[in-house]
């Protein structure tokens, strides 16, 4: 079993060119500049993503009761990514995606609450010291357990380390995280009583906390990401900030104030629409607060969700819009979710974009901005960098952008998409253009495509084993 202990993970940063006292201090830059790439001024970053809130579960993408009207004003103001792919269709997985560029099952978070974050791995906020910034954490973690002390959440227990991967042996300086869910409303309670939830907050110095946890959790979990972002900014230090939120996962719960917009809806729609729109409020607030300080022009912003929406479509509140399928599926409604973008430095007009994109982006994107590599970085990256895109250069995705999930895989291009729920014996084809509902199979019509297609797959399903086998990292000293 790969080992996580922070002297481990210290000696190993080491020989792969990140200072082990960065954890402490980003004063040792062991980045490579990139040949070719002129310096830049470093922008803040931020990441935020809600947790099962489907395509359609937006003002801005349709929904004909639902308020969302600071993430309506993003869309209006930066890119609206109407292609925006979770890196799986459950959350786990997705996290991991996004803040390293490559896809999980290179390095074994297969599903929710499996796995947990190699320390081989390179993650954004770990290569982002090495070149001065600060980093936090805020919101659900679900990359590994955090505490071996008490029963915590879904995996943590006294002296069960198998899992044991918290934010801040990953490279973030500040944390306030969970391992998992918790309620989206008086979070460390059990909905509908006093008794503990059984889901804590943890610090950075590995203890719990205790104050402000009542009331909403979306406004909790922005009380602490504020003050992070505040002090980075007056200090003139760049800073990577990655919120995630709660919202809208089950147990979903909303307080008075935000049911009241929907007191013509069902009880389950009130609690499950007020809870997105009291993250859509905190989400305001973190903009407003970055106008304050005076560096919203220069950070770099991103919204999305980690996966479709749970339940049942009818049934459960959260909508997919006119996309097949839901949370678990690797249909459209199970990956293609809310995307958008503010950078109003670079970004200066609003687009609306229908190039394939995807949470594997983030990571090479920020690279190529910054334009340095971390030495000893794994490869491959599923990813691409999304800066011609940005810069409006980009006309369609350079690579595909490859699935697996419980059996399932599915491989997306500028056009069509493969899907089998048979672990590849055999396949549909869909014109993601033409049909994104996908109601018509073409692989009998089109078999060269799904030919073409189904090696690409194969080949990337293949380097993906190689990479949970290890071959990707550099050996031990």
Same mark, same amino acid.
């Given at each position: 079993?790969?080992s996580t202990?922070?002297?481990?993970r210290r000696m190993?940063?080491k020989?792969i060119?990140?200072?082990?006292a ?13 040949a ?6 470093? #922008?803040?970053?931020?990441?935020c993503m809600?947790?099962d ?8 993408n349709?929904h004909?009761?639902?308020k969302t009207?600071?993430l309506?004003a993003m869309s209006?103001?930066?890119i609206r990514?109407?292609?925006?792919y979770a890196?799986?269709?459950v959350c ?10 490559r896809?999980?099952y290179?390095?074994g ?10 320390k ?10 090495t ?20 029963k915590d959440?879904?995996?943590?227990a006294?002296?069960?380390?198998q ?5 801040w042996?990953?490279?973030?300086d500040?944390c ?6 918790v309620?989206?409303?008086? #979070? ?6 006093d ?9 950075t110095?590995?203890?719990?906390e205790t104050?402000?946890l009542e ?7 922005m ?12 200090s ?15 147990p979903? *719960? ?23 729109t ?5 989400v ?20 999305c969700s ?12 959260g909508?997919?819009?006119? *996309? ?5 599926s690797l249909?459209?409604g ?5 995307? *958008? ?9 609003p687009?609306v974009?229908?190039?394939p ?5 983030y990571f #090479?994107t920020?690279?190529e ?6 030495k000893?970085q794994?490869?491959?990256?599923d990813g691409?960098?999304?800066?011609p895109?940005i ?13 697996e999930s419980?059996g399932q895989?599915? *491989?997306?291009?500028?056009r ?6 048979n ?5 549909r084809?869909y ?9 018509t ?13 189904k090696q690409?797959l ?12 290890g071959k990707d990292?550099m050996?031990?000293?």
């Open positions: 079993m790969l202990s922070r002297t481990t190993f940063l020989t060119g990140i200072c082990a960065s954890f402490a201090l980003p004063s040792c830059a062991i980045a490579e500049k990139r070719g790439k002129t310096p830049v001024n470093k #922008p803040n970053i931020i990441l809600t947790d809130q489907g395509w359609g579960d937006t003002g801005y349709g004909p009761v639902l009207p600071s309506d209006r103001e930066g990514f109407d292609r925006f890196g799986a269709p786990s997985p997705t996290r991991g995606s996004a803040i390293t560029g896809h999980p290179r390095y978070i297969f599903y929710a609450n499996k796995g947990h974050m190699r081989e791995e390179v993650t954004l906020a770990e290569a982002l010291k070149v001065g910034y600060t980093t936090g954490h805020f919101g659900k973690w679900h990359l590994g357990t955090l505490t071996t002390e008490i959440s879904n995996r943590g006294p002296g069960k380390a899992d044991y991967s918290p934010p042996q990953n490279g973030f500040e306030f995280s969970t391992e998992a869910k309620p989206t409303y008086d #979070p460390m309670k059990a909905p509908g009583s008794e503990p939830y059984g889901t804590y907050y943890w610090k110095d590995g203890t719990r104050e402000n009331g909403d959790d979306s406004r909790i979990i009380d602490r990401a504020i003050p992070f972002i505040d002090n980075a900014a007056r003139k230090q760049p800073f990577l900030a990655v919120i995630w939120f709660h919202a809208p996962h089950l979903v *719960l909303a307080g008075p104030e935000h049911r009241k917009p929907y007191a013509d809806q069902p009880e389950s729609k009130q609690h499950y629409y007020g809870a997105i009291a993250m859509d409020e905190q305001g607030r973190l903009r407003k607060e970055l106008k304050t300080l005076g560096v919203a022009d220069d950070t770099l912003l991103w919204f980690d996966n479709g929406p749970e339940g049942k479509s009818g049934k459960a509140p909508s997919a819009g006119h *996309l097949r399928g839901r949370k678990r249909f459209e199970g990956v293609r979710v809310p995307g *958008l973008f503010v950078w109003p430095a670079k970004v200066k007009k687009r974009v229908d190039i994109c995807s949470t594997l982006d #090479p920020v690279m901005i910054l334009g340095f590599r971390v000893g794994p490869e491959p990256i691409v960098s999304l800066l895109l810069e409006g250069k980009m006309k369609q995705r350079p690579t595909p952008i490859g699935f419980a895989v599915a *491989l997306i291009d500028n069509y998409k493969i899907h089998s729920a672990r590849g014996k055999s396949f084809l014109d993601l253009i033409e049909d994104p509902a996908e109601t199979d073409l692989a009998a019509a089109k078999p060269d495509i799904v030919s073409a297609m690409t194969l080949k990337w399903r293949a380097s993906c084993k190689n990479s949970l086998d990292y050996p031990a000293p």
